[in-house]
């Protein structure tokens, strides 16, 4: 059965910085691309970050560019999403997700497995 599991979300500080974790369970991790995407109360589900190891490619949105860095360890089947100099505008539900087709792994619709979500709030 695959499983994805968000940890790592709470609350920050303007500024400050987080780590979220995902751990994988039941596929090759390196056979899919993971993705990492946020929702804001209100607000539709967004591509955040995407990674894919078979390919060599990342993506990142404009928002947070040169702020979050993706990440991939194969042997823990444990993707990581770093989040730096965090703004109020990053405060949502984070949701890790995998897919095989990688050239869509920044939208949602282009994953076929989600996890259940980890909280970030950023406070001023």
């Known amino acids: 059965e695959v499983q994805l599991e968000e940890s790592g979300g709470g609350l920050v500080q303007a500024g400050g910085s987080l780590t979220l974790s995902c751990t994988t369970h039941?596929?090759?991790?390196?056979?899919?691309?993971i993705g990492w995407f946020r929702q804001a109360p209100g607000k539709e589900r967004e591509g955040v970050s995407c990674?894919?190891?078979?390919?060599?490619?990342?993506y990142y949105a404009d928002s947070v560019k040169a702020r979050f860095f993706i990440s991939v360890d194969s042997a823990k089947k444990t993707a990581y999403l770093q989040m730096n100099s965090l703004k109020l505008e990053d405060t949502g539900v984070y949701y890790c997700a995998a897919g095989t087709k990688t050239t869509m792994c920044h939208t949602p619709s282009g994953m076929d497995y989600w996890g259940k979500g980890t909280l970030v709030t950023v406070s001023s």
């Open positions: 039941g596929f090759a991790v390196d056979d899919y691309a």
């Open positions: 990674i894919s190891t078979s390919w060599g490619s990342t």
